[in-house]
């Protein structure tokens, strides 16, 4: 592990301005530096790097952050990797931790693990190229499909000799360990001893993200043998290796999800390289396993745009439809193509040119909600049974976690269907009701402070326990939450309040994400995003170190996540160096910041203020009074709460950033 001396050495010596300018093309623009994106099709010149902030930021797609952060981006490379390639660049040796003697031992297994694939990768790949029987059986077998000799090689594809222990003979020569032949699943271990487990298989290497290998396929080829033995056997789950994580092509297909902002999903390894083959880089293939959220969350780092590409036989319209609600939950778009039945991407590519592949993928393929409704509808005439099919439909929607998104699709299902928009909303928030959790309710407890500093009761009540974030929701909440991080991020370090004093009259200074803190845990108040809850935890344990300032501090952070937060709230499209920023006075920033969790409160309350709307018109008909009575003081109290809140927003000068 990379020590964090080691990692400030590496910021500190970093010129993003070289480094960018090592894949964009850049020309001076000011005191920044300006190119085309190269995250999306740029037209005219959207991407600036700023030398003084040292981060870049495309205003057109939004892709940015520091020099770690766009090479994992653009080269599709992990965290620490960005930071290897960094101190190469620079010259800098790289120090790490010191590990435990369990994460040395658990990490010399895991390098032993892949050192061996990487051998076997290359050992199965020359007796492809070079051994007789390799030759005549398993380059025949992959000419017999189609496959060209470079895709043979992009692929690293290989063959496995028929004798039950030939790979673990050939292993132990070159001094690998019987231990992680079996541990990777090259080899097999039981009663009768050691043996190959892809003996007399065509080869297919896993690679997952980064380039390592971490597992094989292996297809047999032997025709008597069909109906006795599996026609593919996988490498098990092991220490480097889970099924349900990885992606077969996912390694060769990043750069071009990337580039095209789309990745097509299809069952096979075969698939995989017969797209490839035609042109179609863009493709991954869970390989037979039902798609999981690992796999889903994998593709959005690349791309939130999927065609579900497979056979139009019963068991293709099924791997369809099964992954649909997961992918619309994880915010993906979903485009699905069926190929004619009798036909996978396979043997459909072998029976047209690349060009009939490519059009014919491009011309077909429909959005979830077409796809759905042809096959939950079609030639149903029965009333219940369209109902199902409909609220099943509602139902995958209900998942979408865009609420435009959301409305787009009710609206487009409203006219395809004929059913009344208002209907169909009507069932959709059923679904998400049924989701949710009921949200927690507010209490009574006055407790707060005051914009001069001193601590005095909030304005007839406060608010008690911690808040489901998600009825912030079109109230404004997420957005006075992303303002607020912003505040802590650019200005957390510095103090706006001065005059105030401790129970034993000592004198207290308090800092933005010192103040934000102190008021939002008064009423138990916390953030929707663990990441912003992240943030304002760190900014206050560092407040009290010397030196310490919160924007280079989290645009210098090592977990890249804080990092690119921290550069998309650091600059707006008129603020690239601090020669432009505004200067806000003490007492500016102060209101500003006192006002914003102000409004953070007004937008928990009106979400309540809905909440109790919503259960006094369900509780309309019911009998029970006191339960009633209930509701209308609650509703009165937090009313109370709210004017009180407003009139003291109203007397606050608002000071934006």
């Keep these: 592990m990379i020590d964090r001396a080691t990692i400030d050495k590496i910021l500190d010596a970093t010129d993003i301005v070289e480094v960018v300018g090592e894949f964009v093309n850049l020309r001076k623009s000011g005191v920044n530096y300006k190119g085309l994106c190269p995250f999306h099709d740029d037209k005219t010149p959207s991407f600036m790097v700023s030398p003084a902030r040292q981060i870049c930021k495309c205003f057109s797609c939004g892709e940015g952050g520091n020099a770690v952060n766009f090479l994992m981006k653009h080269e599709q490379i992990t965290y620490p990797e960005a930071l290897r390639w960094l101190a190469k660049k620079y010259n800098i040796e790289i120090k790490e931790r010191e590990l435990t003697d369990e994460e040395k031992r658990e990490q010399s297994d895991r390098e032993s693990m892949l050192i061996v694939n990487e051998w076997a990768c290359q050992y199965f790949h020359e007796i492809l190229k070079n051994d007789v029987d390799g030759m005549a059986i398993g380059r025949q077998y992959f000419r017999s499909r189609g496959i060209r000799d470079d895709i043979i090689e992009k692929f690293q594809l290989g063959f496995s000799l028929s004798k039950r222990d030939a ?9 690998f360990k019987d231990e992680f032949l079996v541990k990777t699943g090259l080899a097999v271990q039981n009663e009768r001893g050691m043996y190959d487990r892809f003996a007399g298989r065509a080869i297919f290497p896993w690679f997952n993200v980064s380039g390592k290998v971490v597992a094989f396929g292996g297809r047999k080829l032997d025709a008597a043998t069909k109906g006795i033995q599996q026609k593919y056997v996988n490498s098990p789950d092991s220490e480097i290796y889970h099924k349900e994580r990885e992606l077969y092509g996912i390694f060769q297909a990043k750069k ?19 797209m490839h083959q035609c042109g179609l880089e863009n493709v991954v293939a869970n390989s037979g396993t039902a798609l999981s959220t690992h796999q889903i969350r994998l593709l959005h780092r690349f791309t939130q745009n999927i065609v579900l590409l497979y056979d139009g036989d019963e068991a293709g319209i099924h791997a369809a439809m099964r992954g649909t609600d997961m992918l ?8 699905v193509l069926l190929l004619p039945d009798g036909d996978d991407p396979d043997s459909f590519a072998r029976k047209h040119t690349a060009q009939e592949f490519s059009d014919y993928i491009k011309s077909h393929q429909t959005d979830f909600i077409q796809f759905k409704t042809d096959v939950l509808l079609r030639g149903v005439s029965d009333p219940v049974k369209r109902a199902e099919a409909i609220n099943s439909i509602m139902h995958s929607v209900a998942v979408i976690p865009d609420p435009i998104v959301r409305a787009a699709y009710i ?9 009344n928009e208002r209907t169909l909303i009507t069932q959709v928030n059923k679904y998400i009701a049924e989701a949710k959790e009921a949200p927690v309710p507010l209490a009574s407890t006055p407790v707060g402070t005051n914009n001069d500093g001193g601590s005095v009761p909030s304005p007839q009540g ?12 079109g109230d404004g909440g997420e957005r006075i939450e992303r303002l607020l991080i912003q505040a802590v991020i650019r200005h957390g370090h510095e ?11 000592q004198p207290v200074k308090l800092n933005v994400a010192q103040y934000i803190d102190y008021d939002l845990s008064q009423d138990g108040l916390l953030f929707s995003s663990d990441l912003y809850r992240r943030v304002l935890r760190e900014a206050v344990e560092h407040s009290a170190e010397a030196g310490f300032e919160a924007d280079r501090y989290f645009l210098q952070h090592p977990d890249p996540e804080v990092s690119r937060l ?39 309350i009106n979400a309540h203020l809905k909440e109790l709307q919503r259960q006094l018109k369900a509780a309309g008909s019911s009998t029970d009074l006191n339960h009633m009575r209930q509701l209308m003081l609650d509703y009165k109290q937090t009313q109370e ?12 000068v608002v000071v934006t950033s």
Excluded at 581 to 599: I, P
């Design 167 to 175: 790979l673990c003979n050939e292993a132990r020569r070159k001094g």
């Design 256 to 274: 071009a999800i990337v580039k095209e902002d789309c990745v097509y999903m299809v069952e096979g390894y075969t698939d995989v390289i017969a």
């Design 328 to 335: 619309l939950e994880e915010g993906m778009n979903i485009k």
């Design 411 to 419: 609206s487009d299902c409203s006219h395809r269907l004929g059913i």
């Design 462 to 473: 406060g608010i008690e326990g911690s808040f489901d974030s998600s009825s912030l929701r």
């Design 495 to 505: 103090v706006i309040f001065d005059d105030l004093e401790d129970e034993d009259g």
């Design 566 to 604: 921290a550069s998309q709230l650091a600059i707006d499209r008129h603020q690239l160096s601090r020669s432009f920023e505004m200067q806000v006075s003490t007492t500016g920033l102060r209101q500003q910041v006192t006002h914003l969790v102000l409004d953070y409160r007004m937008s928990i």
């Design 641 to 652: 709460l709210r004017n009180a809140l407003a009139r003291q927003l109203g007397s606050d």
